[in-house]
């Protein structure tokens, strides 16, 4: 098992940038065993899946409403999971989640993660 905890979330104006974090810890499986995600939530609305990117982070894959602007990567030797929001709209304004899975490569879907951790909140101002 895993644990999964955010950082980096905070207010920024439209056009801004945050670097989210996610530090995993925990015993098990180790992290080659894990794909990796972000998810967001925003009000009223239900998961949506953002990013994911392999163990190895050479496989990646976008959300067409954050392609060019936001960016997965992962650094092994310090177990954490990054994500990298320039160009910052309104519309990304959400809960932003942390999420590892087994089951494939490379998930990009919200229902196929199966540990989380608990989201820090990201708003862009207009």
């Known amino acids: 098992q895993v644990q999964l905890a955010e950082s980096g979330g905070g207010s920024v104006q439209a056009g801004g940038s945050l670097r989210l974090s996610c530090a995993v810890s925990?015993?098990?499986?180790?992290?080659?065993?894990?794909?990796w995600g972000w998810v967001r939530q925003a009000p009223g609305n239900e998961l949506e899946f953002v990013a994911a990117?392999?163990?190895?982070?050479?496989?990646?894959h976008y959300a067409d409403s954050v392609k060019g602007r936001f960016t997965i990567s992962r650094d092994n030797g310090a177990n954490t999971v990054y994500l990298q929001m320039n160009s910052l709209k309104p519309e990304d304004t959400a809960v932003y989640f942390c999420?590892?899975?087994?089951?494939?490569?490379?998930?990009?879907?919200?229902?196929?993660?199966?540990?989380w951790g608990q989201g820090t909140q990201v708003t862009v101002s207009s």
């Open positions: 999420a590892a899975q087994r089951r494939t490569v490379v998930a990009a879907n919200a229902a196929l993660y199966e540990f």
């Open positions: 925990g015993r098990g499986p180790t992290f080659r065993s894990y794909g």
């Open positions: 990117c392999s163990w190895g982070g050479a496989n990646q």
